[in-house]
């Protein structure tokens, strides 16, 4: 990889990206390695709902003694001593309450800093892919995945495009707008203590096989079946943990029992999933298209 070229005090870089709901969760990690998940993951990206950053490379250490997490990745990235990133950021969704928007937050964060030192002009194509998945993967594990478009697999430290002629739309239903309490970090380090933990682990990497082959033969049928079983063992293994996990509450389960009723009383292609917050996702088949990257490589808008 190429040396990196120090940015004059001052340069500003921007990026927006997307966040993404995963279809198979990633829900766990290996013990002893950094942001290593236990299982293989699967998400549709959500081109609409983004994060806009900016950040600027400044002279000095960072003020202040309580760096947060965005602060503390921006840390490792800056290679030179003596300077440090700054960064702004909006989010066009409610944040921290299960609408990934750690995904694209940090997806954004890495590619405003990508952007800030040109690292698209001084690297190869692929070198930049593999900066841009190492440091979003540490940054949270979930944004490696926004860093494409359409439907993305994650497996161990590498990030893939899945080919699909699926067209889904997405809708997110807001019935709790406020951050969690519990973040998915402690989530993940607890995924162990569950006694279904391991029982997903093996029935999630056959749950990822057989998404992908349903996302590649257009089975929406099989597509929603599994993807509604990931959503709910993936909450067994929260709730089952120690301390439990309750991100599904009564007003999430009772929602997604009604729609699983109206659904099927109109035999409408439609499924739902939850993440790591109390908020379900939608995704009724549509005729219209789902917008993708025409890139099979990392695309940030600029704004
Ligand atoms: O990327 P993290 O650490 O915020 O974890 C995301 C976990 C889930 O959203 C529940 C599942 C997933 O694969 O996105």
């Known amino acids: 990889m190429n040396e990196m070229q120090q940015p004059a005090v001052g340069t500003v870089g921007h990026a927006s990206a997307p966040s993404n709901i995963a279809l198979v969760k990633y829900w766990g990690k290996e013990p002893g390695a950094r942001q290593m998940?236990?299982?293989?993951?699967?998400?549709?990206?959500?081109?609409?709902?983004?994060?806009?950053?900016?950040?600027?490379?400044?002279?000095?250490?960072?003020p202040g003694d309580a760096p947060d997490r965005a602060e503390r990745l921006l840390d490792e990235m800056c290679p030179w001593q003596g300077y440090h990133f700054t960064y702004t950021t909006q989010n066009q969704f409610?944040?921290?309450?299960?609408?990934?928007?750690?995904?694209?937050?940090?997806?954004?964060?890495v590619g405003a800093v990508s952007d800030c030192l040109s690292l698209n002009e001084s690297m190869s194509v692929e070198e930049h892919?593999?900066?841009?998945?190492?440091?979003?993967?540490?940054?949270?594990?979930?944004s490696i995945r926004s860093l494409y478009g359409g439907f993305v697999a994650w497996e161990a430290a590498v990030a893939r495009r899945v080919e699909s002629v699926v067209n889904l739309m997405h809708m997110v239903v807001v019935l709790d707008p406020f951050p969690k309490t519990v973040g998915s970090n402690a989530g993940h380090e607890g995924a162990r203590t569950s006694p279904l933990h391991r029982i997903r682990q093996v029935d999630s990497q056959d749950t990822f096989a057989r998404v992908e082959g349903a996302l590649a033969s257009n089975d929406l049928k099989t597509l929603t079946k599994l993807t509604e079983h990931e959503y709910l063992i993936m909450h067994a293994v929260m709730m089952t943990s120690k301390p439990p996990i309750d991100y599904m509450n009564s007003d999430c389960l009772r929602f997604c029992s009604e729609f699983a009723k109206w659904r099927d009383a109109r035999s409408?292609?439609?499924?739902?999933?939850?993440?790591?917050?109390?908020?379900?996702?939608?995704?009724?088949?549509?005729?219209?298209?789902?917008?993708r990257f025409a890139s099979v490589f990392p695309t940030f808008n600029s704004f």
């Not at 959500?46 to 400044?58: G, I, M, N, P």
């Not at 999933?273 to 917008?291: E, H, I």
């Open 129 to 142: 892919a593999e900066w841009c998945q190492h440091w979003c993967r540490l940054g949270s594990g979930s």
């Open 94 to 109: 409610p944040t921290a309450c299960g609408i990934a928007s750690s995904a694209s937050g940090f997806c954004a964060l």
């Open 268 to 291: 409408l292609s439609a499924m739902v999933t939850v993440d790591a917050g109390s908020n379900p996702c939608s995704s009724p088949n549509t005729k219209r298209r789902f917008v």
């Open 37 to 62: 998940p236990t299982n293989s993951s699967l998400s549709m990206t959500l081109s609409d709902l983004r994060t806009y950053t900016r950040v600027e490379f400044c002279r000095g250490p960072r």
